[in-house]
């Protein structure tokens, strides 16, 4: 029966089933992605998929529900598996023209516009500050305009220079779209790139121009007056690429002025798709987009345990620096692993006697890599330095949980899950400009994935013991 259908047919109705909302249209591509063949070979599996992803995605309420989503709980990136970048480049080289939107496509905000007037409010202490930015923003107004009057309405006089500052170490380049696109300049396509802010175009530039993007032309709503959607009308384009990630208010109105639809579901929206543990809003809101960033972007998959390393075991090691800003800490782990690295001057990390005079009060760190060295080595600080008093504080105690994925990242041993803790701290610290994570929020997450992080250590022991009986 399906062969008596015509192509053109059929062609419309797959367009119909896959593009009914951005939901439909992002899961339909990642179980394109999942199994390649299953089209062709089982046409009517398929169909069916389609047809429960139609049903379950427009229903309102219902389709936010994160069944089998959930953080430390799930291998996500197994579930949101993104075409590779190469193949998603062909469909741009369909056409001689591409529009790519800027923000939350090309660069990904860490804080929402909010949450950065919060951070501004709090930096200038001027009460009032954020609610009167939020209020008077208007993408088609200047950066300049606005602060006039605000500084009118509350009777300050504040420059836009530090809003820029903070937007603009607010942005994380995404890698799988700028790839993309150079992939698109190197077969002469023209690039226009558009993004509605108040922000000027030289702000956008230097952005641009920091990370080696090609363009053809650069359009921004303060200085044209215009939206973008309306922007890329007016560039009179027949036959173009829509990149973005803004599937109802771009990507689908450009489609009837002859767009072709280039979906990119935001990654700090596939963080806010998945369940979370019960974690502060300030927190979750950075969170979201530093994991979105790494983790979801599309350029690679990662294995399992780095997911989990980077979105679990991450912040709880993150959250331990803010034990060591008010005492004097020593730190049970090696000094070249990985964690002393981190910690730099902010502790001493080191499994033998400390060899120099230290405060009359001091605190110690117990990794819980070896309790029997370090109930030696703490009696021989006590021996070595007995006017001093040492409080010791129990990673297992504060964490509440097994201990034994963290043994690696104090140790200095090498694993995808150590890789992971690594990258989270590393990225944390840059795109938050070293903003601070509570142990409870650290501890929550941790809890979220200790059990898959102790069945990947196991697989990972198996792995490693069968390996010689392999090689005889």
Do not use: W
């Amino acid at each position: 029966m399906i062969e008596r259908l015509s192509v053109d047919f059929v062609r419309k109705l797959f367009y119909l089933l896959t593009n009914g909302n951005a939901q439909i249209k992002f899961h339909t591509i990642c179980m394109q992605n999942q199994n390649r063949e299953m089209a062709t070979n089982r046409p009517i599996e398929f169909g069916l998929k389609l047809l429960a992803y139609n049903i379950f995605y427009r229903i309102p309420l219902i389709r936010d529900i994160p069944i089998g989503r959930s953080i430390g709980k799930e291998y996500l990136t197994r579930q949101y598996l993104r075409l590779p970048v190469e193949d998603l480049a062909s469909e741009i080289l369909e056409n001689p023209a591409v529009v790519c939107d800027l923000k939350h496509t090309l660069f990904l905000p860490v804080l929402t516009q909010n949450g950065l007037y919060e951070k501004l409010e709090k930096e200038f202490r001027i009460q009032g500050f954020a609610r009167m930015r939020r209020k008077l923003q208007n993408s088609c107004s200047s950066i300049d305009e606005i602060y006039q009057r605000l500084n009118q309405g509350l009777e300050v006089n504040l420059s836009p220079t530090r809003e820029l500052e903070l937007a603009y170490e607010n942005l994380i380049p995404n890698r799988y779209i700028i790839r993309l696109l150079d992939i698109a300049a190197y077969h002469d396509v023209k690039i226009y790139l558009t993004v509605d802010s108040p922000y000027p175009s030289s702000f956008f530039e230097s952005l641009l121009q920091r990370h080696d993007i090609a363009f053809c032309s650069l359009l921004v709503s303060s200085e044209t007056q215009n939206k973008k959607r309306e922007m890329v009308r007016k560039l009179g384009l027949s036959h173009f690429g829509i990149v973005s990630a803004d599937f109802n208010h771009f990507i689908r109105p450009l489609v009837k002025a002859g767009g072709k639809p280039i979906y990119y579901r935001a990654p700090v929206q596939l963080m806010k798709d998945a369940r979370h543990p019960r974690i502060s809003s300030d927190f979750k809101e950075r969170y979201d987009a530093v994991c979105g960033a790494r983790v979801f972007s599309g350029r690679k998959r990662p294995a399992f345990s780095y997911e989990l390393g980077y979105l679990c075991a991450g912040p709880l090691v993150y959250s331990l620096f803010s034990l060591f800003e008010d005492a004097y800490t020593v730190c049970y782990a090696s000094r070249h692993s990985e964690f002393a690295k981190l910690v730099g001057s902010r502790a001493v990390c080191t499994r033998s006697a400390v060899q120099k005079p230290l405060p009359g009060e001091i605190q110690v760190l117990d990794t819980g890599i070896d309790p029997q060295g370090f109930a030696r080595y703490l009696q021989k600080l006590r021996h070595m330095y007995p006017d001093t008093c040492f409080r010791v504080i129990s990673l297992k105690q504060v964490s509440g949980s097994s201990i034994a994925p963290l043994t690696g990242f104090f140790t200095n041993a090498s694993s995808e899950m150590t890789d992971g803790i690594r990258d989270f701290c590393r990225d944390y610290s840059k795109y938050t400009q070293n903003d601070p994570i509570s142990i409870q929020d650290g501890v929550r997450l941790y809890r979220c994935g200790c059990e898959n992080m102790q069945a990947q250590l196991k697989l990972q022991s198996c792995a490693v013991q069968l390996r010689p009986a392999a090689q005889m």
